[in-house]
């Protein structure tokens, strides 16, 4: 059922030079070999992808919505199949992988409402006024349309939810985009099940086959061929700033430069308010080490720095969560290059003089495994070194001591762009946290009150995303409604024919959807009302 | 009035090395000279702008629509003078100005009004779902905030409604984005006294120094120090294609890349369909002389390209439209500049073997005279040389001669990003013009059928904008209610304490903006039905 193959158009391809899957935790090659993708394939997928383009920018909602839908029926139709291979490629645990493939049915559906639902066309209608003195206006209607074919960059850390069928591929796909995917090669075999699921489901709606390529591979030339190629229009990529930038810098000097939607780096800061510290210290620094701990850390949205008051509540909470952490098992990692990272990462922390280890999880006695580390430097410290306030990806987190409560603008004002800012207070921290907000607000995506950032809601007001390096367009999100609008640009249609206009905008509104009119907002028509 | 100053805060600089403004209808230099920006100024204008960001983007909806209003009002008071500078330092004609005054007014008022309707804000609420099982659903709250401080780069054609206080600008202040301006130096006069007016609203308005900067300069430097600033969080920007790819690259190379939204270069294709050829030949082409050396030719929606299937109607088309070009005036153009580069872009395509050129306009007995221009291309040697699609800024334009109606098709392919598409077309046209329109709607941001390109109205359907390299970003409009999402981002609340949320996204809706709740939308509430 796996066979390392790239699936271009209707061809399931044989590949280059080959490469391994390797089981993390055992530190272990699984079979079978993958084939890496050359040049020719990426030619040969965007001329496929850009042929299909026109028509599946065009498809009714409904129909692009049933196609969503049936991705995730095709996911689950796979069974355990997908969760044993997935759990062998990434030592995620089963319940774990079973969740995310939840998760990634899910967001497909819910794409399929939004869809449905109609709004992400912003269908807009200024009627002509061809009495208008000096000069008529003209009729006008804009609707937003697919931007052309996008490729996507799955995530290791997500081996469904952010990856080959993931948020990426399911906001294109809803938006009318057909997508290239370059495979994780840190979990080939479980893309592949994917892809061919993909693939099952654009037959059963009767797509065309340049609406979904899979190219495996573990170059990076073989992305940054994707990117460069002129029929691409742009990119969603989940992982490392380095390889997150380096994408950028290619979409950046190409003979048309393209949006790059990259979610890449981001210590998710955590401010631990005096009063929540004095009344619930045991129980946030619990919370605290249970959120960074999870899944070895490996979220996007892992809270890497913590920053409190010292006093002697931040001292008990300190020593709450080093004995919390203290109890935390090794965790085999995704991949034996992530855990090379981590360790690297955590080195480069650990050497500096103003960084202290506070305490350390279990130690590991197999290949690969994630020891959790709880450190601690000064606010000083930390606004003065910005290698301190850099990401380590694992469950490592720095708790930073501020002299004063002022200290917390200071730090934030330091911040890089962030996904998630996270506020723990109690009733008598409400005016010092309100004067934090605006800090905040402008450098991150999303704000959380008494609750951990681990967990992202697939939902309409969801932001994941932030200021740069969290993302590369911090006006983006990559889960929720506000992905799809990452892939579609606005056409206006000037004093056209009305059997030239495209459906969104024809006066018979065959699709219903919600739009505005003359700056009325208009809601969906519903099947009764209609003529 | 006029002093040569840059307006930082409250303070009026002056700044270094001094540079003219110019007559250009009579080749010399106009009074006073004007005093060049530096590094310290962007530095002290952008620290003005950060400083005042956060205020700015919170005042209510209403505050900072009755600032957009007051900059119209304070425009129109500086009355006969303004017209009079502008035309000195752009020799555009009284009428035109006057015309473009009522424009700039016209879009500040326009936006105005979008920012009281409150559909920008995008204000989402996903209520919380305490008991949903496995796990309990967060509050979510999500609305759209200001990115930061804009830098706002003038055109030298619309020295109102696309520079000091243009479009660019008025999104931006509609957004809650302080705007630093980097004036233009073609019409230095014209966008010292707007800035002046729009100082005089700020105050009037009460707001903070910082909501805008003026720096006066000739030098490209200033311009690229000002998008390297860290504090500028985004870049409008109108004009040359050289320019706009200059700060592209600035923006890029920065430690956090931002977006620029450049306005920047488009041919406007035209199409001439076989059976308006017929009936219309004369009347379109009179039309299309019209249109094309409109204001000298001097819009970014100039048509500089028309397609037509060669044959008798077509030949005469041609004559036509030659006819009524060696009628045109010399008219002058807005610089010396602007003058040269048509005169250099002209003798490069008449230096092609495969461009003839068909008629000129009247001779030019001044300086910077701009000298209309019809040329024809075959349309192999058009598909053949990416020259002759390049844009000439000025009354030139390039007819080419098709061997049969499929080959609009090819031509529409090869075609870089355009603003606008132009669609001439009768009754029995009507079936090919629906053939070519999936070409055209991935090149372009505007459609047009049976209308000319050039007049851009401000409305909510607009787009003014198209895929690069007619701007940068082909997601955004520069004019319409799309220009002000360029400047705003979104930012998502989880389980925040009611008192911590910002107005767009309390329950008790204060703003009374409109909103989608749970997948609902909600108008906005009248002072009726409020609490």
Redesign the interface.
Known sequence: MITGSAFIGEEERVGGASFQAWDPAAGEPLDPPFRESGATDVEDACAFAAAA??DFA?LPPSQRAAFLEAVGEEILALGDTLILRAMQETALPRARLE?ERGRTVGQLAYLA?VLR?G?LYDA???SAQPARV??P??D???HH?A??PVAVFGASNFPLAFSVAGGDTAAAFAAGCPVVVKGHPAHPGTGELVARAIIKARRRCALQPGVFAYLPGAQAALGAALVADARIQAVGFTGSRTAGVAL??VA?QRA????VFAEMSSVNPVFLFPGAAHRRGEELAKAYVASLALGAGQFCTNPGILIGVGNADFDAFVSFATTALQAVPAQPMLSAGIAGNYARGLAALRARTTVTELGRGAEATAPNRCRAALLAVEADDLLADAGVREEVFGAASVIVRAGTIEDFARIARQL??QLTAT?L?DEDD?PA??RL??EL??R????????WPT?V?V?????H?G???AT????S?SVGA?AVERF??????????A??L?PAVQDANPWRL?R?TD?L?Q?APTTESSP
């Open positions: 383009a026109p065009a969740s409402r639902d709004t807009t209608l200024d000096p000069l206006r003209p006008l209607r804009r349309l931007v052309g950028m810098k950046a048309q430069p393209i949006p890089e762009g506020l207070y409400i946290v309100a907000m605006p607000e402008r991150a995506g999303r704000l959380l009150g008494n609750a967990g809601e939902a309409d007001a969801m932001v995303g200021p740069y390096p590369s367009d911090g006006r999100s506000l579609l640009r606005p056409v206006c249609y000037q004093n056209l024919d059997r030239l495209p919600p505005r700056g907002w809601p």
